[in-house]
């Protein structure tokens, strides 16, 4: 199965989409750019840019309206009038970056950071809970990655990529640590790193890979039964959306790639793979 080009190149490190379904849109975000793109509900690729800092991680839609988002050092809420509330920085050392979240079936914000060096161990996963109180959930990370919790909400799939495993983690629900976590699927070298992931309505796990123009659709099981082929190598993230969710959109980087090398890198991808989607779990707060 091969995605299909959506848009031009619109991004310079891809990252984050999702489906707001209070909208009808795609969001995604440039991450370096530290901007939010909003898309268009005619479904013709054009967009609007929403600036939230120096960096834009990652996003999910609130159950009030607007959503929260992963900014440079912490998190900002951003007000259906596009309105953007940034809280205090979590952190003050300039080499650490916030990267990639999602949401907790009960509307807690998680997302992880990253060392700009990628140096080991430097990353930490924190929880936004609905009250906005922050707590650490996970240490000792190097690049925090894909999260998405399983549709019975008892565990979370999550990925520091150069571990190159998807794992299965147990959450303490009274204070969100990660109390577990179980290797369920390695990824070959040779066929990328895992990055972004999401869920489909069966359970399926679809794995974006950096370095390997491709997503991977894993049962739960741990079975790969399906394989998209990206036309650009490094695959960032992707999430469903659309009718009925059946449309996977994916997203691409052009992180430091030379000018003129892989000319579709920074580009949104989709495909219909024939199986609907799991929508985004919203933020309570």
């Not at 003129?260 to 495909?271: H, Q």
């Amino acid at each position: 199965m091969r995605a299909q080009e959506w848009t031009g190149v619109v991004t310079y490190h891809g990252e984050g989409p999702g489906w707001d379904p209070a909208t009808g849109q795609l969001r995604i975000v440039d991450m370096l750019a530290g901007d939010l793109l909003t898309f268009a509900a005619d479904g013709s690729g054009a967009y609007t840019r929403l600036r939230l800092g120096s960096v834009a991680a990652a996003w999910r839609p609130r159950r009030s309206g607007g959503i929260v988002a992963a900014v440079e050092r912490g998190f900002a809420l951003v007000g259906a009038d596009g309105a953007v509330t940034v809280a205090d920085e979590l952190w003050q050392d300039p080499e650490i970056r916030m990267n990639d979240g999602a949401c907790d079936p009960a509307g807690n914000f998680y997302c992880g950071t990253m060392a700009y060096d990628t140096r080991p161990g430097a990353g930490t996963v924190y929880r936004l809970a609905p009250d906005g109180t922050t707590s650490v959930a996970h240490t000792g990370v190097t690049i925090s990655n894909g999260l998405v919790w399983a549709p019975d909400g008892t565990f979370a799939y999550y990925v520091d990529t150069p571990t190159r495993t998807v794992a299965r983690v147990t959450v303490d629900p009274a204070t969100g640590r990660f109390t577990a976590l179980e290797p369920w699927v390695t990824i070959d070298p040779a066929d990328g790193s895992p990055d972004g992931i999401t869920l489909d309505a069966e359970g399926g796990v679809w794995v974006a890979l950096w370095g390997g123009s491709a997503v991977r659709r894993y049962a739960p099981d741990g079975t790969l039964d399906e394989v998209v082929e990206v036309n650009a190598r490094q695959v960032s993230a992707c999430a469903f959306g659309g009718e009925d969710y059946r449309r996977l959109y994916i997203t691409t980087s052009r992180q430091d790639l030379p000018d003129g090398e892989d000319p579709a890198a920074g580009a949104v991808f989709t495909v219909e793979p024939g199986v609907s989607g799991a929508a985004l779990l919203p933020y309570a707060g």
